[in-house]
């Protein structure tokens, strides 16, 4: 049986905490490993834990979580970072993804979509909520920057996966549209990462909006 996914929570409200704890510690392929109520404790908490994914509040006292989030990502080998939020179009949110964060999750989600989302971002294979996230993109805006040399590298099949993969389909749907199967849809994907240097698929769909190529 493989390891656990190591969570840590980082909330200033102690109960929303509880009531997260109690859902995660409820599987037996999640772990919760730490907690903190603020950006400063979290950084703390996370460099003795070592978890595979944070789950990060963005309005906290003493540190914020787009200032931890800033820290903890400029940090060797960091852990998946997940930002929690009140309100669906947060542009703090849209920041933080930009800084690295794998996605970002409403508050009052589902437990079941919350679980999903956990083990979606360790696994680094989809994105959290797509739609979700083109729209938050959307109405943050741009930052329209000239298209890197980097993007050229990529073959004209890989053009057609980036795209479709930056609107946020899955790669079931991918595989669909282009005639494919899903395990050469994964392969597309991985290459188009490596050649892009992303991280994952939420860093695809906003390289995608930067370079106005969605």
Sequence with gaps: MT?????????????FRAGIRMVVDSQPDLSVVGEAGDGKEALAV???????????????PV???LAATAELLARPDPPRVVMLT?????????RAIRQGASGFLLKDADPEFLLAAIR????????????????????AGP??????????????????????????LSNAEIAAREFLSEAT????ISRILTKLALRDRVQLVVFAYDHGLN
């Design 120 to 139: 979606t971002v360790h696994a680094g294979s989809a994105v959290i909520a797509a739609a979700a996230t083109r729209e938050l993109f959307a109405a």
């Design 63 to 65: 540190m914020d979580g």
């Design 143 to 168: 930052e329209t920057r000239p298209v890197p040399a980097s993007f050229q590298t990529l073959t004209d099949r890989e053009r057609e996966v980036f795209a479709l993969a930056a609107r946020g």
């Design 46 to 60: 996370i460099a003795r834990t070592q978890p595979d994914v944070v789950l990060m509040d963005i309005r906290m």
């Design 3 to 15: 390891d656990p996914i190591r969570v840590v929570l980082v909330d200033d409200q102690a109960l």
């Design 86 to 94: 009140t309100f669906d179009l947060d542009e703090a949110a849209a």
């Design 185 to 188: 849809v994964k392969t597309h």
